[in-house]
């Protein structure tokens, strides 16, 4: 046979029982605490000894009838949340009648899956009869004879109309049961901004009320949006820190103290606790000329104020000038789409530093200017020799150069000095002169074609204009 899970799940209402390892102890206390739907709980006295442990299912009395719970802890636990609840153990207390038989379970099923068309119906109802309610979940007993009614209000509500009609409607006992916006955010629960499961839903037991002056106290924006919870109120997690916010407060200077100085008047601007910062401003209404000291300077300045000195500047002579806040690293930068982008321009940028920057070429003698905005020194160059020579020095057999090579004039490669422009050549009857280089020997000339002449255009118009003797021309 397999074994029983007798642990009960973790929640809200689990204590830890850290004395049920010690043998004999679940047996010196006859009273058993057990749980209901919801945060309903109850403390039942076993008087028949049955062997009970953390996780059976046991029917226990009710008024009418009997309710089905699962049993939470034992032991002499139990009397310590007897005496937290306030549950005195004179008092009259129900039993337990048996641990629960099948036959319980399946009728506790049943009533359990016509709780949510009850609710739905019940909302219906209520609003028929106008009432300003919100019906937020119905609990059946473990036999089917009763049923509680959980409603929200923000006035008192005479549901006396409404019981009538739903006991008529289900034929079962009816109990009304108000509960508040934080109870009813418990019970259904959810994730809170923070992104963890709700407070309420998950350990807390009972309900402080929270003010606006805890906010104050922590320096958070009074924005009833991001201060209200899922509930509509405010935040029960405020309250968490508060006191160690008030406690620190006490080790620094009040915020209505101003501080007079040679110059001007500083006034209370905003205040690091954690680092018992103080940052004081010249005019009381908004941030001008901010300086942030620490609180031993700020008492001391105040005390020199009580005795009729003023400081020269507000914070302490020859110290030194705050450095400049490090940037705070990304950790989600490596997972960044843009990543490998910004890599590949800093690669460029360095192979271009590294790049000694070439003079450009001006072909023609025209100048160009650097990317740096400066123009670049004008050096006088040499005139290349033209490539005839350059092959003449190559061969020193005395080869022929190439006839193209040897017809191309000699470049004129000096900055600064402007192209001559080109003049137009017009047909003559004479060769054109051919230039050659003074140093090197006149290599044959290349036979330059001489522009065909064009006919005589003065017969010549447009076609519609021209007489039948030119056309026939």
Same mark, same amino acid.
């Given at each position: 046979m397999e074994e029983k899970d007798h642990r009960c799940p973790r929640g809200k209402l689990h204590c830890f029982n850290w004395l049920e390892d010690?043998?004999?102890?679940?047996?010196?206390?006859?009273?058993?605490?057990?749980?209901?739907?919801?945060?309903?709980?109850?403390?039942?006295?076993?008087?028949?000894?049955?062997?009970?442990?953390?996780?059976?299912?046991?029917?226990?009395?009710?008024?009418?009838?009997?309710?089905?719970?699962?049993?939470?802890?034992?032991?002499?636990?139990?009397?310590?949340?007897?005496?937290?609840?306030?549950?005195?153990?004179?008092?009259?207390?129900?039993?337990?009648?048996?641990?629960?038989k099948p036959a319980d379970i399946e009728k506790y099923e049943e009533a359990r899956a016509r709780e949510n068309d009850t609710m739905i119906r019940a909302r219906k109802i209520a609003e028929s009869l106008s009432l300003n309610m919100k019906i937020g979940d119905v609990e059946y007993q473990g036999d089917g004879n009763k049923a509680i009614f959980y409603y929200i209000a923000d006035e008192r509500v005479d549901f006396r109309q409404l019981i009538k009609v739903l006991a008529d409607t289900f034929k079962v006992r009816i109990e009304m049961k108000q509960i508040g916006a934080r109870q009813e955010a418990g019970r259904i629960g959810g994730i809170g901004s923070c992104g963890r499961p709700l407070c309420c839903a998950s350990w807390m037991t009972n309900f402080v009320s929270v003010g606006t002056s805890a906010a104050r106290y922590q320096d958070i924006s009074l924005n009833p949006q991001k201060l209200a919870g899922q509930c509509a109120k405010l935040k029960c997690c405020l309250n968490f820190e508060v006191d160690t916010y008030v406690e620190s407060s006490r080790f620094l200077p009040e915020k209505n103290v101003r501080l007079e100085t040679a110059d001007s008047t500083y006034y209370h601007f905003k205040t690091d606790i954690f680092k018992k910062e103080i940052t004081y401003s010249t005019d009381k209404q908004m941030a001008a000329n901010l300086v942030t000291i620490d609180a031993e300077r700020a008492f001391e300045v105040i005390e020199m104020n009580k005795r009729g000195e003023k400081p020269v500047k507000l914070e302490r002579e020859g110290a030194e000038k705050s450095k400049e806040k490090a940037k705070p690293i990304d950790l989600a930068s490596q997972d960044d789409l843009t990543r490998f982008d910004k890599s590949k321009k800093k690669k460029k940028k360095k192979k271009s530093q590294g790049q000694p920057q070439s003079q450009p070429q001006n072909n023609g003698?025209?100048?160009?200017?650097?990317?740096?905005?400066?123009?670049p020194k004008q050096q006088p160059q040499k005139p290349k020799q033209p490539q005839s020579a350059?092959?003449?020095? #190559?061969? +020193? =057999?005395? !080869?022929?150069?190439?006839?193209?090579?040897?017809?191309?004039?000699? %470049?004129?490669?000096? /900055?600064?000095?402007?192209?001559?422009?080109?003049?137009?050549?017009?047909?003559?009857?004479?060769?054109?002169?051919?230039?050659?280089?003074?140093?090197?020997?006149?290599?044959?000339?290349?036979?330059? #074609?001489? +522009? =065909?002449? !064009?006919?005589?255009?003065?017969?010549?118009?447009?076609?519609?204009? %021209?007489?039948?003797? /030119?056309?026939g021309e």
């Open positions: 010690i043998p004999g102890t679940s047996t010196e206390y006859d009273i058993v605490e057990v749980q209901f739907k919801n945060t309903r709980k109850g403390y039942y006295r076993n008087s028949l000894n049955l062997p009970l442990e953390t996780g059976d299912m046991v029917a226990v009395e009710a008024s009418p009838g009997h309710d089905i719970g699962s049993v939470t802890l034992t032991g002499k636990l139990v009397a310590l949340q007897m005496r937290r609840a306030g549950v005195k153990n004179e008092a009259e207390i129900k039993r337990v009648f048996r641990k629960a003698g025209a100048q160009q200017i650097s990317s740096q905005g400066q123009q350059q092959s003449h020095k #190559d061969n +020193p =057999a005395g !080869r022929q150069p190439r006839q193209d090579f040897v017809d191309r004039k000699p %470049r004129n490669d000096r /900055q600064g000095q402007k192209p001559q422009a080109k003049e137009r050549q017009q047909p003559s009857s004479g060769k054109p002169k051919e230039q050659q280089p003074k140093d090197n020997p006149a290599p044959k000339p290349k036979e330059q #074609d001489q +522009p =065909a002449q !064009r006919p005589q255009l003065a017969n010549r118009g447009p076609k519609a204009f %021209r007489t039948p003797e /030119q056309q």
